[in-house]
């Protein structure tokens, strides 16, 4: 039997779903890991939902060579030709067309009989397949519509040169045994099911995207649809990591496992949460930091006499190391490296240089430098912050506070060698910081929407890890900032998000004037 395939969509459907939205730079950094993780198919995009998607799916279709790139695409010929332009030079290209089938999504989205919806599949599966040799179609909101009458759009859409049969889950709705029942179904009643690949697709509003995934593997289905830390839509897709360790660690059930390379992970879901401003949830299953300790006295002991009576999959086997070594300010260049290759990081020569300069700073500050310390240090470098050449930095600043006064920043920033001072009140130095950058940086139309600060390593000299999200007509800008200083690392992760969002409105402005 054919091995399962993973078809990450964190780029398509993570993305699109609220706060999670990426820039090029992101998505080609998300894209280099999906390639290191060995998914078998990244869905890039939209090609046709703007220039920005069409960009980039057409970007990440250059780029990557050990996965095959696909686009969503709606069933019309400018979808299908735009998706077809984005991905067609990509080493194994794939268009993605969808149709709703259910009663609703036809009756009240579509406004189309269900006899068009059966023509228009057919039509376009055709238009799409004479394009490209690689067309998965989906069914949308599938387990809400009537089997017999899927049976035969699926039907349509094989005779005419569909070769993956995406059955999706699109609200959440199902439950494992139905899941199954329904992928057992249409591979015995559909001709031509066969020759095709079937796959699924599930939502998590009610908790069980990934169950009914696994459910539909269990009925057949070769390829699963799913997405770093589960970003998606509503309460989200199901997550890769999950859905990829429970195969992993029951191959009983699951022989035919994914080729995926578990050990990059955790290095992924770092990356994909540093991306959007998030912090995993602490009891996230494989990610959250809480996944692999053991509080309680009876679980302590029980591990430590046999890791299994209370683990059932090691932390190295999603890429974290559990070790006691630390590194500090006597650790060369090639400690740090030695320390890099354990933890899964093969970085470039400018990316090591970057690195190990920020943790020979580090080690001024910070007596032992552990692993999460290191980690921290790497993706903040790796995870290209959006090339802003002519953005603000950091000069200096200068605080004044106490509980008995109102709050003073002074912060000194530079920009084209020029530099700018500004001071301000506020409530919390925090505050004052960030007011005192608004009066340098014009005040655009922006607001504050989220601010997160968490602690890498435990010990009162822990590097503060800050994120800031800002939003501007839709769009969300983050900065992260990471410093064992936190108004230092909240006033860089400000600094970073205010660059993005003037690049962007300057570049709206740009296209006005044109
Ligand atoms: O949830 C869904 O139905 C989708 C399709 C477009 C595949 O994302
Ligand atoms: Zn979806």
């Known amino acids: 039997m054919d091995r399962i395939k993973i078809f990450d969509t964190t780029l398509r459907d993570g993305e699109q779903s609220p706060g999670c939205s990426m820039n090029l730079h992101e998505k080609i950094e998300v894209a280099r890991c999906l390639e290191r993780l060995k998914v078998d198919v ?123 049969i995406n059955l999706p889950d699109t609200v959440g709705y199902t439950t494992p045994d139905e899941m199954r029942a329904l992928v057992e179904y249409m591979v015995k009643n559909v001709p031509g099911s066969d020759k095709v690949e079937y796959s699924v697709h599930c939502h998590n509003d009610l908790g069980m995207a990934v169950a009914n995934s696994l459910a539909g593997v269990m009925g057949g289905a070769r390829q699963i649809e799913c997405t770093i830390n589960g970003l998606g839509e509503r309460a989200g897709n199901t997550s890769l990591e999950e859905v ?65 009576t209370y683990e059932i999959l090691t932390p190295e086997s999603v890429g974290i ?64 912050q959006e090339e802003i050449v002519d953005g603000y930095t950091l000069d200096w600043f200068s605080v004044h506070t106490s509980s008995l006064t109102t709050a003073t920043c002074t912060v000194s920033m530079k920009k084209d060698g020029e530099k700018f001072e500004s001071v301000a009140l506020g409530d919390g130095p925090i505050d004052a910081a960030f ?11 922006h607001a504050f929407e989220n601010f997160t600060i968490h602690s890498i390593s435990e010990g009162k000299d822990t590097l503060g890890d800050v994120i800031v999200k800002l939003s501007m007509d839709g769009q969300y800008f983050t900065g992260k900032g990471l410093s064992t200083d936190i108004l230092e690392a909240s006033i860089v992760a400000y600094i970073n998000a205010i660059n993005k969002l003037c690049a962007t409105a300057a570049q709206e402005q740009g296209k006005e004037v044109q």
Not at 329 to 354: N, T
């Open 42 to 164: 990244i869905e890039a995009g939209f090609a046709r939902s703007s220039p920005g998607d069409f960009e980039s799916v057409n970007t990440i279709a250059k780029t990557v060579k050990d996965c095959t790139v696909a686009s969503l695409a709606r069933a019309n010929i400018g979808d299908i030709d735009a998706a077809w332009d984005a991905v067609k030079c990509a080493v194994d290209p794939r268009i993605h067309l969808f149709i709703a089938t259910s009663p609703l999504h036809m009756e009240y989205k579509l406004k189309m009989t269900p006899e068009q919806v059966l023509e228009k599949t057919a039509a376009m599966v055709a238009y799409a397949a004479g394009k490209c040799s690689n067309i998965e179609f989906s069914c949308e909101d599938a387990t809400r519509s009537d089997w017999a009458f899927m049976a035969k759009v699926v039907e349509a859409a094989i005779k005419n040169g569909a070769t993956v």
């Open 435 to 445: 007011k005192a950058i608004d009066q340098i940086v014009k005040p655009h139309n």
């Open 321 to 384: 190391q559990v070790s006691n070594i630390v590194l500090g300010k006597h650790s060369g260049k090639h400690a740090f490296e030695d320390r890099l290759v354990q933890l899964g990081y093969q970085l470039e020569a400018d990316e090591l240089a970057k690195c190990f300069e920020e943790f020979k700073d580090l080690c001024d500050k910070k007596k032992d430098v552990t692993d999460a310390d290191i980690e921290a240090i790497v993706t903040h470098n790796t995870v290209r």
């Open 244 to 308: 990829v360790m429970a195969m992993r660690t029951r191959p009983s059930f699951f022989p035919e496992l994914p080729r995926l390379d578990t050990t990059q992970i955790y290095r992924s879901s770092k990356t994909v949460y540093s991306i959007i401003g998030q912090a995993a949830p602490l009891n996230k299953p494989i990610v959250g930091r809480n996944a692999f300790l053991h509080e309680s006295g009876i679980h302590q002991h029980g591990v430590l006499n046999n890791r299994q």
